[in-house]
């Protein structure tokens, strides 16, 4: 069985500080993928993020970054010098390689006030 | 850019009544979900479907069946509705397997009086 941890229920920050959204995922495969997905209040959820349990390189896209570890199971996401526009619920998701069902965390909402 | 539209972005029905909610995608992708959101849950798959007329359940199907006559529909019935599935309901469709993202609609709100 899968599972996706996101122990931050809610943080909030004012703008241009940074932050960091935790996940800690739990899976017997030995191949799998890893996603982030931000659902801003207009309720779509956005995919910003895939991983692969192979590749443990950090991502960098503009003030995002992800920190993947795999010895201690964790995908982490961090918002530099967030903004206003990074308020939303963000969600950290697994699947198996050859899987189609993906396995959600509960989300994180933040909170960044001007 | 994939489009997944959710029929109704706000529903509000009440205890008993048969609830469709319909979804429909524009790219050919051979996988479709459905999804409930609730506080604190995450998103949890209700059921998905591989290809027209196919179906899997997933982690929590009871009080809900699915429909797909057609690759490009998908479709979650609420038999009787109830208050407890008064809930966000996220629509998600994907290409192949594994490394694909899935891509979501904008959710349909359902209020169960």
């Known amino acids: 069985a899968q599972k996706v941890t996101q122990a931050q229920t809610e943080i909030s920050v004012v703008e241009k500080e940074d932050v960091t959204l935790d996940c800690v995922y739990e899976?017997?495969?030995?191949?799998?993928?890893l996603f982030w997905y931000k659902q801003p209040p207009s309720g779509e959820l956005v995919f910003l993020i895939r991983?692969?349990?192979?590749?443990?390189q950090n991502e960098i896209s503009g003030r995002y970054s992800w920190n993947f570890q795999k010895s201690t199971s964790s995908f982490n996401f961090t918002i530099t010098a967030s903004q206003v526009v990074d308020s939303a619920v963000y969600f950290c998701a697994l699947t198996p390689n050859a899987g189609n069902m993906l396995t959600f965390g509960g989300g994180t909402r933040l909170m960044v006030k001007p | 850019d994939v489009k997944v539209t959710q029929s109704s972005r706000y529903l509000v029905k009440r205890t008993g009544e048969k609830v469709f909610l319909e979804c429909v995608q524009d790219?050919?992708?051979?996988?479709m979900f459905w999804y409930r959101q609730d506080p604190g849950l995450g998103l949890r798959l209700i059921y998905f479907s591989y290809d027209v007329k196919m179906k899997e359940k997933g982690d929590i199907p009871e009080g809900y069946s699915v429909s797909r006559e057609k690759k490009e529909r998908f479709s979650l019935i609420l038999e009787s509705a109830s208050t407890n599935q008064t809930s966000m309901y996220l629509c998600?469709?994907?290409?192949?397997?594994?490394?694909?993202?899935?891509?979501f609609g904008d959710g349909t709100r359902l209020s169960i009086l």
């Open positions: 899976t017997r495969d030995t191949t799998y993928y």
């Open positions: 991983r692969n349990s192979f590749d443990e």
């Open positions: 790219m050919d992708h051979e996988n």
């Open positions: 998600a469709t994907k290409s192949g397997q594994g490394r694909q993202p899935q891509h």
